[in-house]
T-cell receptor, first 115, second 112 residues
Framework: EAGVTQFPSHSVIEKGQTVTLRCDPI?????LYWYRRVMGKEIKFLLH????????ESGMPNNRFLAERTGGTYSTLKVQPAELEDSGVYFC?????????????FGEGSRLTVL | GENVEQHPSTLSVQEGDSAVIKCTYS??????FPWYKQELGKRPQLIID?????GEKKDQRIAVTLNKTAKHFSLHITETQPEDSAVYFC???????????FGTGTKLQVIP
């Protein structure tokens, strides 16, 4: 069974540019989460999809961040325009059970560096 | 929403000693308590979890204890080894479709 895959693994962009991160969850996992880890600190929640619907996007920092999950399969997280403080590692996780009642399976993360 | 506090933020132990990390949570509806380990440059991975119908669960050198009355749970690592060095995160999901928030993480360093 393939795990959660994320692309790209590392992206370096200039301030003001746009970046799109992609996450492919484990097949059959309706729940998909985006998290961000900045400067080795806490894993901060961004948003939660149940299938194609945004269940909770309370962690999205501002309207420069846009997440989609068309068809309830893969998800994208777009940052436009990117700012310096957006740098960090963006993790995607998927789970079969809702609300984290079971294991979250994480991807390897996408490291974003904004210069 | 759920508030999860984790202590300590850093922990250094000699190889062979034990390590204990504690988390407290606020939502009494939480009934599932996982611990994740993130090694440097790798993805967080579940290492052990416990549900509220038991007070302790053990898997080789790691164990988790739960005190639902006091709303805290702890990760215990015995006979620590260098490969235990990592950042450990707890979570206490409120259940339903609510978001999963993590504790602030504990960086464990096992000194050979």
């Amino acid at each position: 069974e393939a795990g959660v895959t994320q692309f790209p693994s590392h992206s370096v962009i200039e301030k003001g540019q746009t970046v799109t991160l992609r996450c492919d969850p484990i097949s059959g996992h309706d729940n998909l989460y985006w998290y961000r880890r900045v400067m080795g600190k806490e894993i901060k929640f961004l948003l939660h999809f149940v299938k194609e619907s945004k269940q909770d996007e309370s962690g999205m920092p501002n309207n420069r961040f846009l997440a989609e999950r068309t068809g309830g399969t893969y998800s994208t997280l777009k940052v436009q325009p990117a700012e310096l403080e957006d740098s960090g590692v963006y993790f995607c996780a998927s789970s079969r059970l809702a609300g984290g009642a079971g294991e979250l399976f994480f991807g390897e993360g996408s490291r974003l560096t904004v210069l | 929403g759920e508030n999860v506090e984790q202590h300590p933020s850093t922990l250094s132990v000699q190889e062979g000693d034990s390590a204990v990390i504690k988390c407290t949570y606020s939502d009494s509806a939480s009934n599932y308590f996982p611990w994740y380990k993130q090694e440097l440059g790798k993805r967080p991975q579940l290492i052990i979890d416990i549900r509220s119908n038991v007070g302790e669960k053990k898997d080789q050198r790691i164990a988790v204890t739960l005190n639902k009355t006091a709303k805290h749970f702890s990760l215990h690592i015995t006979e620590t080894q260098p490969e235990d060095s990592a950042v450990y995160f707890c979570a206490a999901p409120p259940g339903g479709y609510q978001k999963v928030t993590f504790g602030t993480g504990t960086k464990l360093q096992v000194i050979p």
